[in-house]
């Protein structure tokens, strides 16, 4: 059974760092793009970031352009989203999914604020 597990997030402060990590088991990532997305409060959702499938072609949202990293380690079967320069918009529920097969992890909350 395939399914993603992510871990990170929590509270920061403006101006502060956060990693979320996503680990992947049942498929091995490194065949698929993979991406993260956010939601918040009273929000739709929206696409923030995603590696495609050779491990080196990323894609960001232009808010977070400069200010976070998408990357895999493919001997982990992870990715990975570091979170640097936070900003209280940046507050949300973080999911990381592979869009084709429709998997998703359980979420993440970020929350950024002094």
């Known amino acids: 059974q395939a399914q993603l597990v992510q871990s990170g997030g929590g509270l920061a402060q403006p101006g502060g760092s956060l990693r979320l990590s996503c680990a992947a088991s049942?498929?091995?990532?490194?065949?698929?793009?993979m991406s993260w997305a956010r939601q918040a409060p009273g929000k739709e959702l929206e696409w923030v970031s995603g590696?495609?499938?050779?491990?080196?072609?990323?894609y960001y949202r232009d808010s977070v352009k400069g200010r976070f990293t998408c990357s895999r380690d493919a001997a982990k079967n992870t990715v990975y989203l570091q979170m640097d320069n936070l900003k209280p918009g940046d507050t949300a529920v973080y999911f990381c999914?592979?869009?084709?097969?429709?998997?998703w992890g359980q979420g993440s909350q970020v929350t950024v604020s002094s």
């Open positions: 999914a592979q869009r084709t097969l429709d998997y």
């Open positions: 049942g498929f091995n990532l490194s065949h698929y793009a």
């Open positions: 590696i495609y499938s050779d491990g080196e072609t990323t």
